[in-house]
């Protein structure tokens, strides 16, 4: 039997009559990262916020570690941190003197605990720099420690690659899996930059105008993605003509451009069928490749077909 952290029942949220997340059936597996990937506006944020109780749900279910949150909130929310929105912190204090007011304004301060979690999000040196000299990797770094303080089963975090450089990038998909892997904690991060949720995460929840379209593991999504050959030729009008010829006898699907790209997604297998007729025609064919989709690819198609 799977362990779910995160179940939701159709879950649904409608400000006014913006109906923003629709009847959302959501299941993060305990120990995995979960990547929830959307455009901006597709009701990953809502979602979280509903998850969180910083909004409430306008109809559906959500149970978190197998339990109702509305009839045991202390117990399930102190497994929990999270970053929602960009973390604030004293702009003059470095960051282990921030953490000590976040602890002792939670009534759990301990220097080691503290020293702890700096050491876990590669924090520990920066015993002078102040918040305000930080890089914004660094920031989201301490954002981080302070959410995972208290030792939490589950780390709830919208967006927390959102602006960062590459290296900073780099920086927050090292620590989170060091986090999921290392420590055992369970994970859902949103994004809409499809290649970091691809890096990241074990589980993809596809999303789009408040739908979740589809739950994949990363292996599934490997077999999901169409193959398809890539032509580059010199008369791709001609070459047009030639597949359109043999559609007629055969089912060919394939799209083409402007700068002499065909792509074929049907009957790989005679590739090399094509690829005589189109030199026996005159055509000059400059590159044949056996391609593969991407996740983005991916994400168009079955955003597309929604």
Known sequence: MVDYVIETNNLSKKYSKNLVVNSVNLHVEKGKIY???????????????????????SSGDILLFGKNPKRYPKEI??????????????????????????????GNHNPNNIKRVLDMV?????????????????????????????????????????GLDPFGIKEIRDLLKRLSHEFGITILISSHILSEIENIADVIGFMDNGVLIEEITKDELYDKLNK???????????????????GLKENIDF??????????YSNLNLRDKFNELFV????????????????????TRIVGNT
Do not use: W
């Open 35 to 57: 990547g929830l990937l959307g455009k901006n506006g597709a009701g990953k944020t809502t979602t979280m916020c509903m998850l969180l109780n910083l909004t409430y749900p």
């Open 122 to 162: 590669n924090l520990d040196g920066e015993t002078s720099k102040k918040f305000k000299d930080f890089s914004l990797g660094m920031k989201q770094r301490l954002g981080i420690a302070a959410a995972i303080m208290h030792s939490p089963e589950l780390l709830i975090l919208d967006e927390p690659i959102n």
């Open 77 to 106: 929310y102190s497994k929990i941190g999270s970053i929602i929105e960009t973390p604030g912190f004293y702009e003059n204090l470095t960051a282990y003197e921030n953490l000590k007011i976040i602890a002792k304004l939670r």
């Open 280 to 299: 026996n025609s005159g055509i000059a064919v400059n590159k044949v490749n056996l391609c593969e989709e991407n996740l983005e690819d991916f994400f």
């Open 228 to 246: 398809y050959v890539e032509f580059k030729v010199s008369d791709v009008n001609l070459a047009i003509k030639i597949l359109s010829d043999l």
């Open 255 to 264: 799209t083409f451009t402007d700068n002499g790209k065909i792509c074929l």
